[in-house]
């Protein structure tokens, strides 16, 4: 016995459900009337539905559509809202070849399921190729890339140019190499102290004296390059204020009491 699901939403003329029922031949014991048809779990497999809505709604349609069978017919009857908005919530909602009327005020759309199952899945097979055939389209493949001996000529303007020619003098002069500023390497690799040098570094290096790192340093820590106070990665190689945190100048900087003390 083939089940007709009646779905009603919003406020619809009671004396236009029974009428489209009756219009439709729908026997009372062969028809299921629900609000919800997402709630309908457990059921499903219907030959047809019918939907009495006061708006083209693609959720509710939706969920319509999961409980019918393959290839099941739907009739939508809208009570408000235009025949392209109805026609367009059907076809949101999977079904197809929408046949849209209206009169009175109320739009009736006409559609079904496609004839497949969601999730159906089938093989295409293709035909292969005559061997003549795909060595035909091999060869012309083949013979796009091929250029004639006229091809190169300057008949049409082509002419091919030396690579050498579009460099210039300046193009070819190497590069002078970047000015090493304070903070960098100085002749023959070795670390020059920073300009405005106020950690000692200077002074240490005009002396002949590795510059260490004292309690007054850590009391009243200064940069004049202002690189000794940003961290490590903006440090020489021989500030020493290497391995501290970043500081704030003029600030004392916070240590363990052991820091100083030599490794046993």
Wanted: glycine content about 10%; hydrophobic content about 35%; proline content about 6%.
């Amino acid at each position: 016995m083939e089940r007709t699901l009646v779905v009603l939403q919003g406020s619809v003329p009671l004396a236009a459900v029974q009428s489209l029922i009756s219009e439709q031949g729908i026997p009372a014991d062969q028809a299921d009337v629900t609000t919800d048809p997402s709630s309908s779990t457990g059921t499903s497999g219907y030959a047809r539905a019918v939907c009495v809505a006061s708006k083209a709604d693609p959720v509710l349609l939706g969920a319509i559509a999961k409980l019918l069978r393959p290839g099941a017919k739907a009739l939508l009857q809208l009570h408000g809202g235009s025949e392209a908005d109805a026609s367009s919530a059907m076809l949101l909602s999977g079904f197809a070849d929408c046949q849209a009327s209206s009169s009175g005020g109320v739009t009736t759309v006409s559609a079904h399921l496609p004839d497949f199952a969601v999730g159906s899945k089938d093989s295409i097979k293709l035909k292969p190729k005559p061997a003549a055939a795909a060595a035909a389209d091999t060869s012309s493949s083949k013979k796009a890339w091929l250029l004639a001996g006229d091809d190169l000529g300057d008949e049409d303007g082509g002419e091919l140019l030396d690579d050498d020619e579009l460099l210039t003098e300046e193009d070819r002069q190497r590069p002078a190499a970047a000015k090493q500023d304070d903070c960098e390497l100085g002749p023959g690799g070795a670390r020059k102290a920073c300009k405005n040098c106020s950690c000692g570094r200077a002074e240490a290096e005009a002396a002949g004296v590795k510059v260490e790192l004292t309690k007054d340093m850590l009391d009243n820590p200064q940069s004049a390059c202002g690189n000794c106070s940003l961290g490590d990665a903006f440090r020489c190689a021989g500030c020493p204020y290497r391995g501290l945190p970043a500081f704030e100048p003029g600030k004392k900087i916070e240590l363990p009491s052991d820091f100083l003390t030599a490794d046993a």
